[in-house]
Structures are given as structure tokens and as C-alpha cells.
């Protein structure tokens, strides 16, 4: 269990929001606000090194980065890795230790905590959540990630619409979202520019049918049923490292 961690949780991650930065040749690389998010799929090498990716999980857990442990449901890959922190060199750090330990990445994703602009005016304690998550959120060890972007095609296109029809049905979206307020904790983090998609959507549920009832309601909004374009799914456990890893036999 990562020092900075609170007691009984079942990630690495700090008390409050990361402030520690890591320095490469002197300088940081970090957002002007929010965090780095770096997820990473990866299958076991026979080679594999469990204490080393403890090691690595603890150190940077030490320095302020959060990292979740997932145990990943089948073939797309054996383990996930959710990490967020200020410096995206520690992020790449923290890559380089982790493929070292024998993981190798089957797939990643890279982007930012962020507030909407639809949600311009949210309360402080919303907006710090937004930017800052503390995760995983107790009790939710029910897991899924896929990157979605909104279609730009010729007949079907999300930005030909103008900031108010868009804000408007990003609303509608957000209302049938808060239904599942208490069942899912979702984490909307911005890729545009950074990755294949525009949004990484991270959502941890009380139970697997919660995610799935979740995702399967929001795709009758109209924001989704006629503008998302939806990316390939991992879906898994968060637990501790040592259930992550006793879970894949490592």
C-alpha cells in the first residue's frame, strides 16, 4: 500500500490534490490547470516483475501522482493502470518503470482533468472534483473506460451547431447522467489534440450492471444517440495491487 495513501483505500494516491512536481532538465510540463491522465492497458510478459511494479506504483504515489490498479475482463488486456498527476515527464516516467517490470502495453490513452465549457459557473467544490478527482472512490470497484468523440460528418455534425443548442443538449445529457448519481462516479478527462478520440470516459459502479445500465440510458440522449462516436471499451476490478495481481495469478 503507497505511504501517501489513506487506510483501507485501495489505490495509490495522496490526501489532497498533487502539488509535488517532478522537474526534467529543470522544467515541468504540466497543464494550466488540472492534471495529466495516462491510462495503460497491458498484457503480462512471462517475464513479469511484481515487486518492481510495486516499487514503482509506491514511488510514484510518493511523489503526489494518483495510480488505480484495474484487473482487466477479457482478451484485450491482463491489467490496467489509471494514472494522474501534475508533470506529464513523471507520467512518462512512471511509463518507462512500468513496461521495465515486464508489462507490455496492448493499449493507452493520454489526456486532461478539465471543466466543460458547458459547465462554466459550477460551484468551487465541483469545479476542484472536475480537476483534482480523488480516485477510486470508495465502495465502486466496478470498472470501464472508452474514448468517445462528437461527429463532425457531413450530415451529422456536432460543431456546425451553434455554443446553445450544444450547451443545451449537454445539459439534457448531464440530467439523465445525475440519475445514477450514488451508483457510478464518472470522470470525463479532454484528449482533443492529445489522442484518437476528444474525451476519455472513466467510470467506476457499485456493481458491473450499474455501468452497464448507465451507458445504455445516456445513449437514448440526444447527444449521444445521434452526435457520439464511441471507442473500444476495458472493463474490469479496481481493487489494491496485491488483489489486482493475485487476481491475474502474478
Given at each position: ?8 483505500t485501495?489505490?495509490?494516491r ?41 516499487k ?45 517490470t ?38 465502486k ?110
Amino acid at each position: 500500500m503507497c505511504p501517501a495513501a489513506r487506510p483501507g483505500t485501495s489505490c495509490f494516491r495522496p490526501e489532497f490534490p498533487p502539488s509535488r512536481v517532478l522537474y526534467t532538465d529543470g522544467v515541468a510540463l504540466t497543464p494550466t490547470t488540472g492534471l495529466g491522465v495516462l491510462h495503460l492497458f497491458c498484457r503480462l510478459a512471462p517475464e513479469f516483475d511484481g515487486e518492481a511494479l510495486r516499487k514503482a506504483l509506491a514511488a510514484a504515489g510518493a511523489d503526489g501522482y494518483q495510480v488505480v490498479p484495474v484487473a482487466l475482463l477479457g482478451h484485450k488486456a491482463d491489467l490496467g493502470l489509471m494514472a494522474l498527476g501534475p508533470d506529464v515527464w513523471r507520467l512518462r516516467r512512471l511509463q518507462t518503470e512500468v513496461t521495465r517490470t515486464g508489462l507490455v502495453p496492448a493499449q493507452s490513452y493520454v489526456s486532461l482533468t478539465e471543466i466543460s465549457e458547458y459547465a462554466a459557473g459550477v460551484p468551487e467544490g465541483m469545479r476542484q472534483a472536475r480537476l483534482f478527482p480523488q480516485l477510486p472512490p470508495e465502495g465502486k470497484a466496478a470498472f470501464c473506460f472508452y474514448p468517445m468523440s462528437k461527429r463532425r460528418g457531413e450530415a451529422i455534425n456536432w460543431y456546425a451547431l451553434d455554443f446553445e443548442a450544444r450547451r443545451e443538449l449537454m445539459m439534457g445529457h448531464g440530467k439523465v447522467g445525475r440519475t445514477f448519481h450514488g451508483r457510478v462516479l464518472q470522470v470525463i478527462t479532454g484528449s482533443t489534440g492529445l489522442d484518437d478520440y476528444e474525451w476519455g470516459v472513466t467510470l467506476f459502479g457499485t456493481h458491473p450492471d450499474d455501468l452497464k445500465d448507465c451507458v445504455y440510458e445516456m445513449r437514448f440522449d440526444e447527444a449521444s444517440a445521434l452526435y457520439a462516436e464511441f471507442g473500444p471499451f476495458y472493463a474490469g476490478m479496481v481493487g489494491t495491487l496485491d488483489e489486482v495481481l493475485a487476481a491475474l495469478g502474478a
